[in-house]
């Protein structure tokens, strides 16, 4: 009697450290952040051109911060890569151009992106849209609200060639940054129909009946900001988000980048002589 007590009492036990076990997370959401070839497997990237003015808002935060910091110093230098589903956006913080500046326009809009699968994730959002490919899968909807206020941009008669820059990266610099545009943002994903039947996606997070439909993947600027910059026609700090950047090809192709021994001379690699002292 008192083994069966014993048994039946670890059962218990047991069962309930089963029951306390943490579900699965139903959105199938990866431990670590997927490969390119996993977040698109079968998606056929190559039929999509990446732009050369990419939105920024799936990029990683700590770059869009750079990008701000950087155009107050000079012309920024970029290595833009793009290879099927693969699509690079660098910024050489150690290459700057200082022959321009970057002035701002007022410009007004308020537009919102939606994607349902991988496919239109990467159509528009293809830098950075990796690592949120587990957000649109079954049922699941992942959708961009954004405001933009202006842009700063160079002047439209620029050309650059990798001589105009100065730094160490500017050898594997690929294009110019011509024009940032700013505003604010916000991302979410959910539920299709919880996501899309929504007025806007700022403020998700804060409450509200259909929060648990809806998951806030983060949001950068100030909304009201932007509606004060939109109404005066005028650039403010808390609307100074980069949301999407045009891109202007340098004039001359990429300098090799040099084996041990060897140093770069123009474009060329040229292999540095080895003296041998003798005592």
Known sequence: MRRAGWLMGAGLALATASSCTPPVNPAGDPLKAPTTGEAFDGVQCSAVRPPTEPDLMAWDPGSRANLSRL?????????????????????????????????????????RKVAHN???????????????????????????????AG?????????????DLRGLDCRRA?????????????????????????????GVGGGGGSEA????????GD??????????????DGCGVPLRVALLALDAEAAPECPSRSSLQGN?????????QVD
């Open 71 to 111: 155009r107050q110093s000079g012309v920024v230098a970029v290595r833009y890569h793009t290879k099927g589903c693969n699509v690079e956006l660098e910024l050489l913080t150690n290459c700057i151009g200082s022959s321009a500046a970057y002035t701002f326009s007022a410009y007004s809009a308020n537009e």
């Open 223 to 236: 909304a009201e900001a932007c509606k004060t910059s939109q109404r005066a026609h005028a650039a403010n």
């Open 174 to 202: 690929t294009h110019v940054v011509s024009a940032i545009h700013v505003g604010a943002f916000a991302m979410a994903a959910g539920e299709r129909r919880a996501v899309e039947g929504r007025a806007t996606v700022f």
């Open 268 to 276: 060329k690699c040229v292999r540095t002589s080895v003296v041998t």
């Open 151 to 163: 842009q700063y941009a160079l002047p439209p008669e620029s050309t650059f060639r990798r001589a």
């Open 213 to 220: 439909e809806v998951e806030s993947l983060g949001d950068e």
């Open 118 to 148: 991988a496919s239109e994730l990467f159509a528009e959002l293809p830098v950075g849209a990796a690592r949120f490919s587990g957000k649109v899968k079954g049922d699941r909807a992942l959708r961009t609200d954004y405001m933009l």
